[in-house]
């Protein structure tokens, strides 16, 4: 299903991916054979037969098909392709990551659809695989939108720090046939900005096919404990300013701003309070077994000694 050149340009996009701007990727053009991408693209599914609910549970512009085996003969090869031996020895000869694991759950992966009006926070992705012991290493997508302009928003952005005052944005335009390849690490930000398309081309939508790759382990300066996705909200737009009298436009994205940044503080409430509950679990399960008794008894007997 790969374009010939994939492979037989292997060490090139090997030398590529390892230049750190602002950190591991590679940009691959025409990743799929002409058919297959466009076959790929004839039969995506309709935004409708996706999820299309944020993090906190909130319909949104964005659909995702998480299960692309059950979209199609077309997604059921590329299930087959991206799963096989041969695939998963060229994308770690690409990117120099060995013992590429294959998530045949795809979570969070799978088919991508946003429509105008969606954005996406600088972020890093979890770090853990939900359900096995693996350690996420390495996002694929590719685009699947014949035409794309960079001032309609939605271009992917490689941050090297969006919390900096000297952050460098590397744009990956999401053109059709384009991937991209880029390692998932505490310090891979990423995210786009939202879309706005012109009142001619209000029917489009951005298209991706998002594969997420994993290993039982990774190097130990690159480990960190287990999280889920990790935002920086964007800041506030430069027209904020001293004098900058507010138009209907400017409450209805400030509002939107705000709503976004109390979602993220939620999700983080949430996870907060599930590892509370979890230790508040394990002090119960302590306390009330032999060793919950044997810290009795020793509490008791250094007591009568200080007596």
């Known amino acids: 299903m790969l374009a010939d050149h994939v492979a037989a340009d292997a060490d090139r996009y090997a030398a590529q991916f390892a230049r750190r ?3 591991r990727h590679v940009v691959i053009e025409r990743f799929f054979t002409d058919a297959v991408a466009q076959a790929l693209l004839e039969t995506f599914p309709p935004f409708e037969k ?3 609910r944020n993090e906190a549970g909130v319909p949104g512009n964005k659909s995702t098909v998480e299960r692309i085996r059950n979209l199609g003969s077309i997604y059921a090869a590329l299930d087959d392709q991206i799963r096989s031996p041969g695939f998963l020895a060229l994308i770690s000869r690409i990117t120099g990551i060995p013992d590429l694991q294959y998530d045949p759950w795809y979570f969070g992966g799978g088919t ?5 009006g969606q954005d996406l926070d600088p972020h890093v992705d979890f770090n853990r695989h939900p359900v096995e012991p693996w350690h996420r290493r390495l996002n ?4 699947l ?18 919390r900096a005052a000297d952050n460098r944005i590397t744009t990956v335009t999401p053109l059709f046939n384009r991937a991209v390849i880029f390692e998932t690490t505490e310090w891979s930000w990423h995210g786009f900005s939202r879309i706005t398309l012109p009142p001619e081309r209000a029917g489009t939508s951005r298209r991706s096919i998002a594969l997420y790759f994993y290993t039982s382990d990774r190097p130990a300066d690159e480990l960190a404990s ?6 920086v ?15 209907a436009q ?16 939620r999700r983080l409430y949430d996870d907060i309070r599930r590892l509370g509950d979890q230790v508040a679990q394990l002090k119960r399960a302590v306390g009330g077994g032999l060793l919950g008794g044997m810290r009795y008894l020793a509490g008791r007997a250094l007591a009568l000694l200080r007596k």
């Open 140 to 143: 694929l997508i590719v685009y």
């Open 112 to 116: 991508h659809e946003n429509r105008n």
């Open 21 to 23: 701007e602002p950190f």
């Open 50 to 52: 996706g999820n299309a």
């Open 250 to 265: 400017d409450v209805a994205e400030l509002r939107q701003l705000i709503d976004r940044r109390d979602q993220h503080n």
């Open 226 to 231: 287990p999280h889920a996705t990790i935002y």
């Open 233 to 247: 909200d964007r800041p506030l737009p430069a027209r904020f300013a001293e004098g900058h009298t507010l138009t």
């Open 145 to 162: 939108n014949p035409e794309w302009d960079d001032a309609w928003g939605g271009s992917l952005e490689l941050h090297s720090d969006p």
